[in-house]
């Protein structure tokens, strides 16, 4: 039933480290997803793909990239991360339209970084 | 302003109460309004989403939609401890799976035994 899996669960790192989040889809998606979530700030929109190579600016996507080669698979790069990229960091795919009543969302568990 | 607001809570009834979680949003032409669940230490997963004005039901759950006031709420029916979840609405910008979602903070939901 494994849908959407994430690299790792917890993950520490020094400031200053290149960090590589990864996440695999096995559900054809088109769609791929990087949020951010923080306690009273809800799920930021950090980058997202509509398909392979192609990448869209989310809402914050200072101090990130990101990379998509294979369809299945959408990698968020955090190039020097800092303390203030300390977060639980969640990846979807999505399928379909919603006024067809065939849309698809789901999330990865989560990754929770923490940068020291 | 929050383009959608959410009351984080915690929010704490006994099993089989009826809840009733409420978000406020801001702009007028949004059509779609979902409603997701996060469990402890997951990801967040779609539990419903519902179309302009009315009520939208499954199984214990009922999503409802007051376009001229900008609320909406889900309901959960006889609930039980394994509802305890964070609530998190949610707004997409468009009808297609490449549209931005708002999400909303999430109530925090505890049913106690």
């Known amino acids: 039933d494994v849908k959407v899996t994430q690299s790792s669960r917890y993950l520490v790192k020094r400031t200053g480290e290149k960090v590589f989040l990864e996440c695999v889809q096995d559900m054809d998606h088109e769609n791929m997803f990087w949020y951010r979530q923080d306690p009273g700030l809800g799920l930021r929109l950090i980058y997202f793909?509509?398909?392979?190579?192609?990448?869209e600016k989310g809402d914050i996507p200072e101090g990130y990239s990101v990379s998509r080669e294979k369809k299945e698979r959408f990698s968020l790069i955090l190039e020097s991360a800092s303390t203030n990229q300390t977060s639980m960091y969640l990846c979807?795919?999505?399928?379909?339209?919603?006024?067809?009543?065939?849309?698809?969302?789901?999330f990865g568990p989560g990754t929770r970084l923490t940068v020291t | 302003q929050k383009e959608v607001e959410q009351d984080p809570g915690p929010l704490s009834v006994p099993e089989g109460a009826i809840v009733s979680l409420n978000c406020t949003y801001s702009n007028s032409a949004f059509q779609y309004f979902m409603w997701y669940r996060q469990y402890s230490r997951k990801g967040p997963e779609l539990l419903m989403y519902t179309y302009s004005s009315g009520n939208k039901e499954d199984g214990r759950f009922t999503a409802q939609v007051d376009k001229s006031s900008k609320y909406i709420s889900l309901f959960i029916r006889d609930s039980q401890p394994s509802d305890s979840a964070t609530y998190l609405c949610?707004?997409?910008?468009?009808?297609?799976?490449?549209?931005?979602?708002?999400f909303g903070s999430g109530t925090r939901l505890s049913i106690r035994p």
């Open positions: 979807a795919s999505r399928s379909g339209w919603i006024l067809a009543g065939t849309y698809e969302q789901y």
């Open positions: 949610a707004i997409p910008r468009g009808y297609s799976s490449a549209s931005k979602i708002i």
């Open positions: 793909s509509y398909d392979v190579k192609m990448k």
